[in-house]
């Protein structure tokens, strides 16, 4: 699984060691890569174990990555499937092109949107070597015939596959041995994007990603028999190995359904019945897939269509077992053929040295043997191998200028790097010291807003010492004045109870004058005679004369007269006694 990743975490690395020349990146900034890595691969505090990792602040990327293999990557199931693989493939991408794509998206006279320079960047990845400079410092770069596999391949989805020139390509190969990230975008966009609309260039390479990353082997639109009905239905197929899929239409939003293939698949053309007249029954450009204990007839446009679709099938078919990536094998086999060419040159630069050797004893000897024509010979050997030095030499600095140009060009971009980190370091200094400043004053502030809070303080206090002593004395002159209060509540009170008592005395007159008056107006409605000698005997008490039904009639409202009149007398006797308790309180 590492493999498969260690170039897009090589990106990341090397665009944060470029404060130190590239060789080493501070733990600082690698424990954010790291955390976010684990977080994808579902491992929990990877970055914990960097500051126990070593003794040095800054790592290699050869410590880095066996820090990954061991803490993060060791951690994943032996057994990954495809989709899995391609899903942790897709965040880590993410995740480093986020950290290194700043060189690659600020270029001048961008031609690709930068979603195609993405697209373009895990395909680096993906077919990328890891090999060492000349300083002995790890680089990812793309062999010429994988460049030249890219290039071709994006030409022929552009619709302009027939003017591909590959002596043209051999041309730019010839300068260029090894492609780096910078130069095969470069290349890419000079040679082959120009000219062309955005919308067609995210569309072809929108095809090249699905092409290498996702093993898409064929798309495009095909017929399919129906199952329920006697007639065939156009869909849009993406043939994967293990998959063949079917879809609405291009965009390949709508997934209408799909064919699990395996090995115990197979396609088999439809033989055409040339004696039939009906189209239907002569059965043109089609073939018949079996799977899953199924079989399924398609219909292509013309016989080339039809061999080509049979051709893509039959290679999803023998690339559907388990575990295998059909591209990733592909340029596996690719840098395997390449390693074995590179050995049978170099066998072959052996021999020829060889032989060069048993030239040299055999012209020594002719030299012996024939010494004036020997010296002709020998002049016409040295002028030959002068100009073939001379040859080699013009070739060496040709080479050695375009290495040069490359260092310079290299060179130039690091410069502008330093400079926009000096740049953005300036001014976080400047806003430092602009923050300094204005804590300065906050404090200045701060302080005179407590001393003035500590003189209010003080006044405070003064003032409450004042008050305490005022409530003091207050509080002297409230006790004497409670022992008056109390004194002249004994007064009131005595007044009080001499006033109840004349009132008593004033009320029982009142009641004898009203009954006798009573009793005389009672007698002079009756008898008049009666009235005089009660007059004259008014000395005898014992006497008392009947009532009849009217006096007792008068007696009930008289009884109602009294009690008004007693209430009456209550409500004057509490009048005076408030007065008194008000003049008393005064």
Known sequence: MFENVEKSVWHAFDYMSVETGRICASKNKLKALTSNIGHVMGVTRAEKGLDDFQS??????????????????????DEISIDDQRSYEKKVDDICWLICNPPYLERSNPVYPDCCVMQLWRIFCMLGEMVEDEEGRLEVVLAASEVETIAYQFVTEIG????????????????????????????????????????????????????????????????????????FRE???????????????????????????????????????SSSKSPVKSKPHRFYLYANQKTYEFQATNHRHRLEWMSAVKKAIDNSGEGVRY????????????????????????????????????????????????????????????????????????HLLEEEKQAKRDEEIVRTLQARMLTEEWEKRELLEKMQEEQKEMLNVERSKREEVESVQEE??????????????????????????????????????????????????????????????????????????????????????????????????????????NDSVSIRSNCNLEEVNNNTGD
């Open 56 to 77: 040095t602040p800054t790592l290699t990327f050869e410590q880095y990555r066996f820090y990954l293999q061991k803490e993060v990557f060791s951690d994943l199931p």
């Open 160 to 231: 302009k596959g027939e003017d591909w020139d590959p002596e043209e390509f051999d041309s730019v190969v010839s300068v260029i041995p090894a492609f780096k990230f910078s130069i095969f975008l470069a290349v890419i966009e000079s040679k082959y994007a120009r000219d062309i609309d955005s919308e067609t260039l995210i569309e072809a390479v929108k095809d090249l990603h699905d092409v290498f990353l996702l093993d898409v082997l064929k798309k495009g639109k095909l017929k399919k028999h129906m199952e329920l009905l006697p007639t």
């Open 327 to 398: 591209q990733i094998s592909q340029s596996r086999q690719r840098r395997i053929q390449r390693e074995e060419f590179l050995a049978r040159r170099l066998s072959h630069l052996d021999i020829v040295e060889q032989t060069r050797a048993e030239l040299q004893v055999e012209k020594a000897a002719r030299e012996e043997a024939e010494s004036h024509a020997a010296l002709l010979t020998e002049e016409k050997e040295i002028e030959s191998l002068k100009l073939k030095e001379l040859e080699d030499i013009r070739k060496e600095l040709e």
């Open 460 to 565: 405070r206090e003064r003032k409450v010492k004042e008050a305490e002593k005022r409530i003091r004395d207050l509080e002297e002159e409230r006790k004497k004045l409670d022992d008056e209060l109390k004194k002249h509540k004994e007064k009131t009170r005595r007044v009080n109870i001499g006033q109840e008592v004349l009132e008593a005395k004033i009320k029982v007159k009142e009641q004898e004058c009203e009954k006798e008056s009573e009793a005389l107006s009672r007698v002079n409605s009756l008898n008049p005679s009666a009235s005089k000698f009660l007059t004259t005997r008014g000395d005898n008490s014992g006497y008392r004369p009947m009532r009849s039904a009217s006096m007792r009639e008068t007696s009930y409202s008289r009884s109602i007269r009294r009690r008004k009149r």
């Open 235 to 273: 869909h849009w197929f993406v043939v994967q190995p293990r998959l063949l899929s079917m879809y609405s239409n291009w965009e390949e939003k709508e997934k209408r359904g799909e064919i699990p293939l395996d090995h115990q698949c197979r396609v088999e053309a439809v033989r055409s019945q």
